[in-house]
């Protein structure tokens, strides 16, 4: 998919920006300052691996572990498969969809419409209504520009090696997040390694506000 080519191509790039890293500190600012923070990110998250060498403390260090694990596991699908961007949404309006009525997919429809949202679908069904919208949205500007944000900055996968841990740490955070706000998403995007993944997601379900607003007005925020 076109947004996981964009992130691959930032991974890649940011070996190119660590050997330039002089240019970014006395000519971009906030990619420095950004980058700082996954630093210092980092060095937090390696500090909390001292719990492992206390035993009252286990299970912070079997957490940790296990976010690792699963962070590398959604690099891999993302290299591999370079469709998790697209999975991500797809599994997001899969269950919202799930067990809307005709009637209501009608509705839906006919005020995307009025708003200018043009949906595509092969039939008004559920599941043709959740392919269509998904497609929609990470074809539109707002979405792709957000990946493309992400992916121009110094602070991708790969800098330095508390960077990148920053990276995962931040990952966590997010993950956690969307525990707590949507835990049958979370579930959801669990059971396909997916979870550790949604950080590259997470500013556009913001600012959609996917788990306070109405489905139409999530909808149309993602798309435009």
């Not at 891999?76 to 498969?81: F, P």
């Not at 990470?138 to 979405?143: E, Y």
């Not at 995962?168 to 550790?196: C, D, I, T």
């Not at 993944?197 to 798309?223: G, H, N, Q």
């Amino acid at each position: 998919m076109y947004q996981s080519d964009l992130i691959i191509d930032g991974i890649q790039a940011d070996k190119l920006m660590a050997l330039q890293l002089e240019k970014a500190l006395s000519g971009v600012k906030d990619q420095a300052l950004e980058q700082a923070s996954k630093i210092g990110d980092g060095a937090t998250r390696l500090m909390f691996y001292t719990s492992c060498f206390t035993d009252n403390y286990q299970d912070v260090c079997a957490k940790l572990k296990e976010e690792d694990i699963r962070f590398l596991d959604g690099v891999a699908q993302l290299v591999k498969k370079r469709d998790i961007i697209y999975r991500m949404i797809h599994t997001y309006f899969e269950e919202i969809f799930r067990f809307k009525t005709q009637n209501q997919l009608e509705a839906i429809k006919a005020s995307l419409l009025k708003a200018g949202v043009v949906i595509s679908a092969s039939a008004l069904n559920n599941q043709a209504f959740v392919i269509g919208i998904t497609t929609t949205i990470c074809l539109g500007i707002s979405f792709n520009a957000s990946i493309i944000k992400w992916t121009s900055k110094a602070s991708t996968l790969a800098v330095t090696g508390l960077g990148l841990y920053g990276t995962v740490q931040h990952a966590a955070e997010s993950a956690e997040r969307l525990r707590l706000m949507a835990p049958m998403y979370y579930n959801s995007l669990y059971l396909q390694k997916l979870e550790m993944m949604y950080f590259l997601v997470e500013p556009i379900f913001i600012k959609a506000r996917a788990f306070e607003s109405d489905v139409v007005s999530t909808i149309i925020k993602m798309v435009n």
